[in-house]
C-alpha cells in the first residue's frame, strides 16, 4: 500500500513558475516509476510526464509533448518525493494536478498505475 500526497499548486500569472511536490509512504517508493497526470474540468485525466525508477544511478524521464522543454519531473528517494518543476506556465496548465505510482516501468497510461493521490489545483490566469 502506498499513500501520496501532493502539494505545491496554486494561481500563478502566465510566464510565471510553480513547483509541485508529492510525498509518498509505504512500502516501496525507489522500486516504482512516478507520474504527473492532470486533469481539467470535462476533460479526461491526461498524461504529464513520468521518471523511472533508478538504475545504477540513472533516472529517465519521459514527457508530454505540450509540456516538454518547460516541465521537469524529478525525485530524491531518500525523501520519497517526486516534484515538478512548471516554468513558463500558460492558461492551458490550468487543471487540477495528480501524483501517481504503482508501476515499475515508465509508461503514459494513467491505467497503470495502481495508487494516485489527492489532486492539487494550479491555476495559470492571463
Known amino acids: 500500500q502506498v499513500q501520496l500526497v501532493e502539494s505545491g499548486g496554486g494561481l500563478v500569472q502566465a510566464g510565471g513558475s510553480l513547483g509541485l511536490s508529492c510525498a509518498a509512504s509505504?512500502?516501496?517508493?525507489?522500486?516504482?516509476?512516478m507520474g504527473w497526470f492532470r486533469q481539467a474540468p470535462g476533460k479526461e485525466r491526461e498524461f504529464v510526464a513520468a521518471?523511472?525508477?533508478?538504475?545504477?544511478?540513472?533516472?529517465?524521464?519521459e514527457y508530454a509533448d505540450s509540456v516538454k522543454g518547460r516541465f521537469t519531473i524529478s525525485r530524491d528517494n531518500a525523501k520519497n518525493t517526486v516534484y515538478l518543476q512548471m516554468n513558463s506556465l500558460k492558461p492551458e496548465d490550468t487543471a487540477v494536478y495528480y501524483c501517481?505510482?504503482?508501476?515499475?516501468?515508465?509508461?503514459?497510461?494513467?491505467?497503470?498505475?495502481?495508487?494516485w493521490g489527492q489532486g492539487t489545483q494550479v491555476t495559470v490566469s492571463s
Open positions: 501517481a505510482a504503482g508501476v515499475r516501468g515508465l509508461t503514459v497510461d494513467r491505467g497503470s498505475y495502481g495508487y
Open positions: 521518471i523511472s525508477s533508478s538504475a545504477r544511478n540513472i533516472y529517465y524521464a
Open positions: 509505504g512500502h516501496t517508493f525507489s522500486g516504482y516509476a
